[in-house]
């Protein structure tokens, strides 16, 4: 499984109806207002892969008022993975740095693999934390 480098690809018609049906299997399973944070993250990343984006109001940037529990952070993860690669087989997986990510049966099931995987994202989540410390600092100095 690739280390979610984006190809910047839409997912195709067959991963979305895959990530609907999945969405929709949930429904009936999670606490209601979970749910409908559920809905709003993934329909809105679909919207947000559709549009061009503008300077004036980048789909990052956009306020979602929702409560990102583990449970939904974690069919967030499983519909994530679903658009990326079309397949259901989804597993989440703790990286080993108090993250979580989502990865398929076959990296799953593989010890090596899965070991390879994890610290690629571990590294990562590293250098992210370091670049936001590094911002941080600028902005705190420039306040």
């Not at 009936?28 to 979970?34: A, H, I, R, S």
């Not at 993934?42 to 549009?51: K, N, R, W």
């Amino acid at each position: 499984m690739p280390d979610h480098e984006s190809t910047g690809a839409i997912p195709g018609p067959k991963a979305q109806e895959l990530a609907r049906f999945y969405l929709e299997t949930l429904e009936d399973l999670m606490n209601p207002k979970e749910y409908a944070d559920l809905r709003v993250l993934t329909f809105t990343l679909l919207a947000a892969m559709t549009e061009p984006i503008g300077p004036d109001d980048p789909p990052s940037k956009r306020h979602l008022d929702i409560n990102l529990t583990p449970a939904v952070h974690d069919e967030w993860l499983t519909i994530m993975g679903i658009l990326g690669s079309g397949r259901m087989d989804q597993q989440i997986v703790e990286v080993g740095d108090g993250s979580r990510t989502v990865v398929d049966s076959e990296t799953a099931d593989d010890p090596e693999a899965l070991r390879t995987f994890c610290a690629k994202v571990r590294e990562r989540n590293r250098l992210r934390q370091e670049e936001r410390d590094f911002l941080n600092g600028i902005e705190a100095a420039s306040t």
